[in-house]
């Protein structure tokens, strides 16, 4: 099996390569970026450049790919202050990657990460997959627009498309990025690592959450659906948690101290809360569980997850 990832070097992309090759022994993995794997192998191709450069464009048709995962983005809060480097990642060249695809000789399966910022936080909750998207972000509005062009392409029979939308991925390891949601790893994993950190948005504001973990599981798992049983609407929620800041924090007390969450500082930021806020904390992803995705059991784990992943020692009572 031929696999494109594009965006392969990033956080998401690169759990998601590994997590590949894994899976599936036979598989050959190309990145549309420099991938660092903790483990070399010979099935992982980079290939460094941009779905917007000629060059590129005129390569990957030359090699037949069984399925493509369209990762690349500008993240939220860098797509709002730059609106056009945002509409030509996040837009066009999602378009650019669909008529590669169409100019193929077969059908290839193609996964794309959305996102709930295709929502706003006053629409009628529960959220399902056949709520429509009105997204209050720049960010938002691009992933909606590509989740409307890989529905009627695969209507068309151009691409075997499916869309999953993620929630809020928590606890991501590493450094902060330009997301307006990166607080929500942070004010988790900077307390663990002995750092301080600060929370933007009210303490009370409801999040749709999801460890990497399970989101890099659910991708996978999105490849194997067949496309009879998605239906005619390709788009999908991925599971996730409905967690209140507060709540975030109260399971990091529990996991590491009182000491740990002293360190959060609590500065509210209105360009981000108003971004933030704008994305719904709650979905029902029946479908989803039927259609064999996971769901993280509570943020307790999550953290636990991270801690166990990192190294970080579990916190003892008392200490």
Request: glycine content about 6%.
């Amino acid at each position: 099996m031929h696999i494109l990832v594009t965006g392969g070097a990033g956080f998401l992309g690169a759990r998601l390569i590994q997590a590949l090759l894994a899976h599936d022994h036979g598989a050959t993995i190309v990145s549309l970026d420099r991938v660092v794997c903790p483990i070399e192998d010979a099935r992982l191709i980079s290939w460094v450049g941009d779905l917007r450069d000629a060059g590129i464009q005129a390569e990957i048709p030359d090699t037949r790919f069984d399925a493509i995962y369209h990762l690349a983005a500008v993240v939220s809060g860098e797509a709002e202050r730059d609106f056009d480097l945002g509409m030509a990642v996040n837009l066009d060249a999602t378009r650019t990657l669909l008529e590669i695809c169409r100019a193929q000789s077969h059908t290839p399966r193609l996964v794309f990460a959305s996102s709930v910022a295709v929502f706003a936080s006053d629409m009628p909750a529960p959220l399902d997959r056949y709520s429509a998207a009105q997204p209050q972000s720049s960010y938002g509005t691009a992933k909606a627009i590509g989740e409307l062009l890989i529905n009627d392409y695969s209507r068309r029979g151009f691409i075997d498309g499916v869309v999953c939308r993620l929630p809020t991925i928590s606890v991501r390891p590493g450094r902060p990025n330009q997301a307006t949601t990166s607080f929500a790893s942070a004010i988790i994993r900077e307390p663990l690592n002995g750092e301080p950190a600060s929370c933007p948005v009210d303490p009370d504001l409801a999040m749709w959450l999801s460890s990497p973990q399970t989101v890099v599981a659910n991708l996978v798992h999105a490849l194997t659906l067949h496309g009879d049983a998605i239906g005619a609407l390709r788009t999908l929620n991925l599971p996730g948690i409905t967690t209140r800041v507060a709540d975030m924090v109260s399971a990091l007390e529990r996991s590491a101290g009182a000491e740990a969450v002293a360190r959060i500082e609590y500065a509210r930021d209105p360009a981000i809360e108003a971004i933030v806020a704008s994305f719904p904390a709650r979905f029902d992803t029946r479908r989803e569980a039927a259609l064999g995705f996971d769901q993280d059991r509570d943020f307790d784990a999550v953290v636990a997850a991270y801690r166990e992943e990192t190294g970080i020692p579990a916190h003892a009572p008392g200490d």
